[in-house]
Nanobody
Framework: QVQLVESGGGLVQAGASLRLSCAAS????????MGWFRQAPGKEREFVAA????????AYSDSLKGRFTISRDNAKNTVYLQMNSLKPEDTAVYYC???????????????????WGQGTQVTVSS
């Protein structure tokens, strides 16, 4: 079992930055890949970014590349999502997820992830 707890969400104005954190427990954090997804009201869950177990490879949604950065600190069992130049359309619940079966991948599909956090709300006002 893996427990994931997100934090760092909130209400910000357009153009601001936020850093989300996701703390993992229950299994060896450095043995699995991690991802971030988001879901806006009335929309499907959307891939944001993913990172391999070592952090040496990352993947991003094409629409978010350049503004968002995923990173991890295996010593702290934490994955981060740095979000810059936020826009109102970034408003969503952000979820982190763990893929415990393929540590060297950066899965885009949510179906490939095994564990999910409860989500943290990000609201960007115009």
């Amino acid at each position: 079992q893996v427990q994931l707890v997100e934090s760092g969400g909130g209400l910000v104005q357009a153009g601001a930055s936020l850093r989300l954190s996701c703390a993992a427990s229950g299994r060896t954090f450095s043995s699995f890949a991690m991802g971030w997804f988001r879901q806006a009201p009335g929309k499907e869950r959307e891939f944001v970014a993913a990172i391999t177990w070592s952090g040496d490879s990352t993947a991003y949604s094409d629409s978010l590349k350049g503004r968002f950065t995923i990173s991890r600190d295996n010593a702290k069992n934490t994955v981060y999502l740095q979000m810059n130049s936020l826009k109102p359309e970034d408003t969503a619940v952000y979820y982190c997820a763990a893929d415990v079966h393929f540590a060297v991948g950066t899965p885009v599909s949510p179906t490939l992830y095994d564990y999910w956090g409860q989500g943290t709300q990000v609201t960007v006002s115009s």
